[in-house]
């Protein structure tokens, strides 16, 4: 039995309705272009990754929540509610070991029946596991051991060989090599080994598939990364091939870092591939998205539209969008939940921006004009227009409310138990 289903949806709807038609019909008055960004709303959806459905922690502590999702099986059936809800979030990102599908037929077969498709798989070549014969405790990919950076390069094929079966087209690789002290490695080696294992698992992806390669400024180490910034995932995935991009995580700059720019600039060179949403206030903080900076998220959507239009690219389907964040303090449906309503507004104040009018105030060096333009999309509530493509899907007006009303928490407790703990995190 399916703990929130069309019914209680309808009902949501139904009890919430007359405040949102009236908020709607007054959108649509002020701002008619609304009803032409509907469809483009309701098509974009959003990966939900396996290890942000349970609590997460920090290094200090973990505090667990009731019901967390404590197989593979659940952890699907989590995302098919949070779709459920939203109709924005039908791909689930699976992270291996963590999640390794004992029976793929059967989770795919899970995943159909909840309209939920594969997005990229991620690797794990940061943490040992159990039985492993090397250790990664000074790199993986980047390794100064031959024998090790063999393992990490299997791990990585036997990735995208489980993605194959469930019908991924992508493989997600973030490394935590790089080095603590000045003088522990070589830049130019650890590169070197970084590349040449990448060449061996770029060969291994089948000829639809594609490669990111993600990057972080610091953390777990803290003097060096191998692949700490934007530039050097580029060279990486120039030297590599077709196949391969660069992705973005938030998270991963330097504090001030202009995201947005970084994006323009990868999609100008063709080699956006993916993109991790979260906020922070200091690092890697992975708070739900648009919970700090929800202008800088705007700005960075703002680039995108504009760069994947003149790419001729589709919004929906030519990057991989995916959340990726961790939750200590609230319960993680609702932060997934808040965190995919904030990418769905900012999506839609990107596309609610006058370009043609931004390229003549642009043009005229009209510095003052070209903010305006911006902040007026930015400024103007769209919450009405996000709640009208979910209702035209068959979502709920208010995921969030309907979650709450539902009291889905408890009855995931009731049927999960109170102190399972998630795999992964
Ligand atoms: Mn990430």
Redesign the pocket.
Known sequence: MNVIDKKHIDKHNDMHHEVHARRWNNLKLDRPKVESIVDKLAAFQVAIPSWALGTGGTRFGRFSGPGEPGTLDEKVSDVGLLHALNKSSGAISLHIPWDIPDDPLRIKKLAESLDIKFDAVNSNTFQDQPGQKHSYKFGSLQHVDQKVRDQAIAHNKEVIDYGAELGSKSLTV?LADGSSFPGQLNFRDAFENTLDSLKQVYNHLPSDWRVFV?YKCFEPNFYSTTIADWGQSLMLANKLGKKAFT?V?L??HLPNANIEQIVALLLMEQKLGGF?FNDSKYADDDLTTGSIKPYQLFLIFNELVDGMDRNGMDHATSLGWMI?AAHNLKDPLVDLLQSVEAIMIAYAQALMVDREALKVAQKNNDVSLAQEILQDAYRTDLRPLVAESRLRSGAALNPVECYVENNIRQKLADKRGVDVVATGL
């Open positions: 973030w993600e992705l995580d998270g991963h991790h990726d």
